[in-house]
């Protein structure tokens, strides 16, 4: 079946513009998380759901950043007036449940870049 | 804090070898631990998990050993072969959360 998908695959704005980055995850999975990855660095926790509820937010760099999810599907992650450190891979993930024994599968990534 | 900290330096090794990469992790108290393989591009892909209260898991060519007395883990690739070159990601969760924290990762290099 179709693996978790995630567009636009690259994404070029300008400082201060709004960007909307977009999640597909696999069907039936419950969960489904929102990570950031910088040049060499790690991967970053930014938020994750469970449904369409989202019990942990505590990774949202600021209040410029916001996800929702509809339908236990779709997840969007916007970042509003974007910044240059804004500049990152984001990663989207699904999985079967939300516990961390959950096999998390992972899309290809949300490349953005803020000139 | 809680710190995860993988070798920041490639690992070169030679087609044939064994690869071990280290994870150590500091102020967390981790129920499970997974790796992760990324390759460039790509968005990181399972490997295995282990549980607090395993010592070692194996699967093919790979072994994972778990030491919560050292917040420790080591992932060994037998036989490396230049296919396995990635970057591999070592990631701790706790048992009430699907939350996992990342270590940087350790880029694996394996010449013919």
């Known amino acids: 079946g179709a693996g978790v998908s995630q567009s636009p695959s690259n994404k070029v704005t300008e400082k201060g513009k709004d960007v909307e980055l977009r999640c597909d995850p696999i069907?039936?999975?419950?969960?489904l998380y929102w990570y950031r990855q910088s040049l060499g660095q790690g991967l970053e926790f930014l938020i994750y759901?469970?449904?369409?509820?989202?019990?942990?937010k505590s990774g949202l760099p600021s209040d410029r950043f916001s996800a929702e999810r509809t339908g236990g599907s779709v997840s969007t992650l916007t970042i509003q007036r974007t910044q240059q450190e804004d500049s990152a891979v984001y990663l989207c993930?699904?999985?079967?449940?939300?516990?961390?024994?959950?096999?998390?599968?992972f899309g290809p990534g949300t490349r953005l870049t803020v000139l | 804090s809680q710190k995860i900290e993988q070798n920041s330096e490639a690992l070169n090794i030679q087609e044939g070898k064994t690869a071990t990469l280290t994870c150590n992790y500091t102020?967390?108290?981790?129920?499970?631990l997974q790796w992760y393989r990324q390759d460039p591009g790509r968005g990181p892909v399972f490997l295995l998990l282990?549980?607090?209260?395993?010592k070692e898991k194996r699967k093919e060519r790979l072994k994972v050993t778990f030491d919560t007395t050292l917040k420790q883990s080591l992932f060994h690739i037998t036989a490396s072969q230049p296919a396995d070159s990635a970057t591999y990601l070592c990631?701790?969760?706790?048992?009430?959360?699907?939350?996992?924290?990342f270590g940087q990762g350790t880029t694996l290099q394996v010449k013919p």
């Open positions: 069907s039936g999975h419950t969960a």
């Open positions: 759901f469970q449904g369409n509820s989202a019990p942990d």
């Open positions: 102020n967390y108290s981790p129920a499970y």
């Open positions: 282990i549980r607090e209260n395993e």
């Open positions: 990631a701790l969760g706790s048992s009430n959360t699907g939350k996992l924290i």
């Open positions: 993930a699904s999985s079967l449940a939300w516990g961390s024994t959950d096999t998390q599968y």
